[in-house]
């Protein structure tokens, strides 16, 4: 196989990037915008010795599973990889990859999955979005997405996965820009004002935040904006974000409220929370809802336990479980999280939640060899590369009755349920919630119990 050829292939699988893989003669080509079951002519774009890459050129035969997706860009943005794939067969792909990565990197033979949860309208559920600003080839002002794997922006106000508002909220503020002459930052050169533009949408409460991020100690005009955006039904919070560094990090630190409060309000089920523009937040409120309350389903709280919820960002979880538990610990690494957290606490009336500063892997060890800390259950919901060794041989060590765990990511999620279970812990339940649909992401929630009433080996054992 060389670069430039052209092959037929069928697609058979997928990757977890979302590009399709089919074989020509046993060698395996990756191919973006392909559904399983697709027959295509691809051109090869890169030949490597074990696998290679191939752009799509014709569809001979389309998939039973294709489908027209709703976004004229899907293919060239970076943010769906699956539109051109049904929902049902984008769940069950996603249900798969959960399973075989189990199986492959777990060595879990009798995986107790349950059916993936996944969205009754799959569209427009996103509460959260930031649009880089820029100017295309004629000059003129636009917003949109990045496409894949660059910083060309591809011009679209209408994001299907956004709400609806924010096409009139992105053309307010492209009408200022154009009648007050405010330039958009440019990357290469480091000049220009605005650089994206953050909206959020209280899905309970209906209220709108926009907060757009410059390259300036002050926004010029910014009467203008206003006048153009305080009408707009919802309308909450309006602020800037000061951002003058060379960066690829979207928002700056600093932020100033130009209008109405420095926050809006939702609820995830019956708990408050008042988000600010730096602050985390689940982007998916309904399926969040799901998670939420499947895993305190898994956690099986009666009244009485004791629950350390790590890598808890603004306590989200540990707020949903604190009803119901007699005492709930979160740990977060971010302190401005933290800060969130007990405030959300303080504005829910909860107080048997109590949050610290610091890394997950540092502060269970420290306050378990200190002070003997105590769980019946323990959750964690970490990043990507899931949860440190050092952590996980404390929670063993803890003997908590059960292990709650959220992933992001169903490969680190594989090995560290292979190290607890190899601790004295049973896989119990297994379930898949598709909270980013379109795309390749997917979250998981799995149960575990504790089987051996044998004593632990010692943290120094587990991890010398
Ligand atoms: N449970 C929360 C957030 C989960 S996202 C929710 O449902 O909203 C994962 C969180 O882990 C992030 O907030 C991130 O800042 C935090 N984090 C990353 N590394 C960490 C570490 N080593 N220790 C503690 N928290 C960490």
Redesign the pocket.
């Known amino acids: 196989m060389q670069k430039n050829d052209v092959v037929r292939v069928t697609i058979e699988d997928m990757s977890h990037k979302g590009e399709g893989i089919g074989k020509v003669e046993g060698y395996p080509l990756f191919i973006k915008d392909t559904v399983i079951g697709d027959e295509v002519e691809v051109i090869v774009t890169k030949a490597g010795k074990s696998y290679g890459y191939g752009r799509i050129k014709t569809v001979l035969k389309p998939s039973a599973h294709r489908v027209t997706p709703r976004c004229a860009y899907a293919g060239p943005c970076g943010g769906c990889q699956l539109q051109a794939m049904a929902y049902e067969r984008q769940l069950q792909f996603k249900e798969d990859m959960v399973r075989n990565n189990l199986k492959r990197i777990g060595g879990f033979e009798d995986i107790p999955m349950e059916s993936i949860i996944g969205m009754e309208e799959p569209f427009r559920y996103r509460n959260k979005a930031q649009f880089p600003v820029g100017k295309d080839r004629d000059g003129k002002i636009v917003t949109g997405f990045y496409a894949g794997r660059s910083h060309r922006i591809i011009s679209n106000t209408d994001c299907c996965l956004g709400v609806p508002v924010n096409e009139e909220i992105l053309n307010h503020v492209l009408s200022y820009m154009e009648e007050n002459h405010i330039e958009p930052y440019d990357e290469t050169t480091g000049r220009g004002v605005v650089r994206h533009i953050l909206i959020r949408y209280g899905f309970a409460t209906k209220e709108i935040m926009v907060c757009l991020v410059i390259n300036a100690k002050s926004l010029p005009a910014s009467e203008k904006l206003l006048e153009k955006l305080t009408p707009v039904k919802g309308m909450t919070s309006i602020s800037i974000s000061i951002n003058r560094k060379n960066t690829n990090v979207i928002m700056g630190e600093t932020i100033k409220t130009l209008w109405g409060q420095p926050y809006i309000t939702d609820y995830i089920g019956s708990i408050q929370y008042q988000i600010s523009p730096l602050s985390?937040y689940?982007v998916n409120p309904v399926q969040t809802k799901k998670l939420y309350e499947l895993a305190l389903s898994y956690a099986g709280l009666t009244g009485k336990e004791t629950v350390w919820d790590?890598?808890?960002?603004?306590g989200?979880?540990s707020l949903f479980m604190a009803a119901g538990a007699k005492k709930v610990y979160g740990?977060?690494?971010?302190p401005a999280?933290i800060a969130d957290a007990r405030r959300n606490a303080r504005l829910n009336g909860i107080e048997n939640a109590e949050f610290f500063v610091g890394?997950?892997?540092e502060v269970l060890p420290g306050k378990y060899r200190e002070d003997g800390v105590y769980a019946d259950v323990i959750v964690v919901?970490?990043?990507r590369k899931g949860c440190?060794e050092k952590l996980l041989a404390t929670m063993v060590q803890m003997q908590p009755e059960r292990i709650v765990y959220v992933s992001c990511d169903s490969a680190t999620l594989a090995r560290d349920l292979k190290y607890l279970c190899g601790e004295g812990y049973r896989l119990e339940r297994v379930c898949p919630v598709d909270q980013f649909p379109m795309t390749c992401h997917v979250e998981t929630v799995v149960l575990m119990s504790r089987v051996s009433n044998e004593p632990c080996r010692t943290v120094d054992e587990l991890h010398p």
């Open positions: 985390f689940q790590l890598y808890c960002g603004i989200t979880i740990v977060e690494i971010v999280a890394k997950a892997e919901d970490p990043p440190d």
